[in-house]
């Protein structure tokens, strides 16, 4: 969405309706505050999760609070305070139940709802040293590295990762330091900025077992996992065949109405399996052309093959390639048919002198949703189907609506459905259907209250019965927040 907001600054077959799907509807009132941070998590082992909601006023006091849900309703199970020394907060499963995690300098600590009450995890430093003003972020730094079903903890420092592998009996192994150090630089506006380099999760060599990939200037560093489930500190080296500037969407810079010469910039967007053959495939992203209103761009995808001795290779020239009319700006991957191969929605919008003056009339602006299947190898040439949406721009406040767009098996069909928000008061659901359409054309259309920013609207599983669930977190500097909860039936 920033691509978009930059860019529009330098510019000055149908389906019958699918049987309506029902939800189960909650609110939580969670109080006035200036900022709220919210996570679900399965903090006192039950079968529905708990919402942790932590507050900040004007006054930066902060104030932790859980819900749970008891007796067919959600009621506070804790208020306190909050210590100003918490910089993030997470949630990890930690020998078998979740945990609220609390990083203060220096240390990481879990924190026991039942007897409000801290526990010391593990001694660790990392790139965030300071309260954010108004917030206390919640910041992702656990997942299951070694796919052994337990979540591990890795944290971003400036000199790399510190990686600590859960063990079974729910401690964790000695920490390793992975991949190279934070990006830093410096703003227009002499600002510094640093953060952490991405990584990339997949079983780089094929021996069954995921490995950690990190893109260092020229090369891949892999650190592979061992038969122990333990990652190796010592990275191998690989420079692949084909060629990039870095290995972050961030990077790209648009430049100015001005160019006369054409500039191309090329990036690193992910590394995965896309083709389900179990070898990692490399997708860019492409941004060149000589002015702003003359931009192309294109994800470009180079299939990766094996090698006798458990490598991996890239060829140079793409194997294939989705463009579209219009400048791309985000790309997800998902697999909407359930045949072992991802697909992908694209995000999309024309830049011209029309689109401009319609914006600055209407303070909107239309997007295309690309939708390409895999199929032979081969994404097409056009999408397979496309969807509008609208953004809406506040060009007095610099506020900014994006509609909240989401990808999920709702029905348990294995076919996934694409939500869509219509505006503040309503979501519609296209169901996915067999064929080359994808998913239904008429949606199911449900009226409620919807967040007026699309990071505020998730898709979790509340209820443990393996189906996605709908939170939503609507935020007020007038009134209090609101928690809203849709539970698939």
Not at 316 to 337: A, C, K
Request: hydrophobic residues 40%; charged residues 25%.
């Amino acid at each position: 969405m920033c691509l978009i907001l930059a860019l529009l600054v330098l510019a000055v077959s149908t389906f019958p309706a699918t049987e309506e799907f029902s939800f189960d509807r909650y609110e939580i009132i969670t109080g006035a505050a200036y900022r709220q941070t919210v996570l679900p998590g399965y903090l006192l082992g039950g079968p529905v999760a708990e919402l942790i909601v932590v507050s900040i006023d004007k006054d930066d006091h902060r104030r932790l609070r859980v819900f749970t849900f008891d007796d067919g309703a959600w009621a506070p199970i804790l208020d306190m305070t909050l210590r100003r020394g918490v910089l993030f907060v997470d949630v990890a499963n930690i020998g078998g139940r979740d945990r609220l995690i609390m990083y203060e300098r220096g240390r990481l600590n879990w924190f026991d709802p039942e007897t409000a009450t801290e526990h010391p995890l593990v001694a660790v430093t990392s790139i965030y040293n300071a309260p954010m003003k108004g917030e206390v972020p919640h910041v992702d730094v656990t997942r299951d590295v070694n796919a052994d079903g337990l979540d591990d903890l890795l944290v971003p420092d400036f000199d790399g990762y510190s990686l600590f592998i859960q063990t079974s009996n729910g401690g964790f192994a000695d920490p390793v330091k992975l991949g190279p150090g934070a990006e830093m630089g410096m703003t227009v506006e002499s600002n510094p900025w640093y953060q952490a380099r991405p990584f990339h999760e997949l079983d780089y060599n094929r021996d069954g077992r995921s490995d950690l990939v990190f893109w260092n200037e020229d090369h891949f560093e892999v650190h592979y996992q061992d038969e122990h489930g333990l990652i190796d500190p010592v990275a191998k080296t690989y420079a692949p065949a084909v060629e990039f500037d870095s290995d972050g969407i961030y990077s790209i810079t648009l430049g100015d109405t001005s160019e006369e010469e054409d500039t191309r910039q090329k990036v690193l967007h992910s590394l995965s399996d896309l083709n389900g053959d179990g070898v990692a495939d490399i997708v860019t992203f492409t941004l060149e052309g000589k002015s702003l209103f003359g931009k192309r761009s294109a994800y470009e995808v180079h299939f990766g093959k094996p090698t006798p001795d458990g490598g991996t290779v890239f060829a140079s020239e793409f194997d294939t390639v989705l463009r579209s009319d219009g400048i791309q700006f985000e790309m997800e991957q998902h697999d909407f048919d359930g045949d072992g191969q991802v697909d992908m929605m694209i995000t999309s919008f024309e830049l011209g002198i029309g689109s401009i003056i319609r914006t600055l009339l209407t303070g909107s602006v239309s997007l295309d949703l690309e939708f390409y299947r895999l199929e032979g190898g081969v994404y097409p040439d056009k999408p397979n189907v496309t969807r509008k949406i609208k953004a809406e721009f506040d060009f007095s406040t610099g506020n900014t609506f994006v509609p909240s767009v989401l990808i999920a098996d709702l029905n348990n069909d294995g076919r996934a459905d694409l939500l869509v928000q219509e505006n503040l008061e309503e979501l519609r659901i296209f169901f996915g259907v067999p064929g080359p359409d994808l998913f239904s054309r008429r949606p199911q259309k449900l009226a409620v209250a919807m967040p007026d920013d699309e990071q505020y609207t998730w898709l979790v599983d509340l209820n443990k019965d393996d189906r996605p669930d709908l939170l939503m977190h609507h935020r007020s500097t007038t009134e209090s927040h609101r928690i809203t909860m849709l539970i698939t039936r």
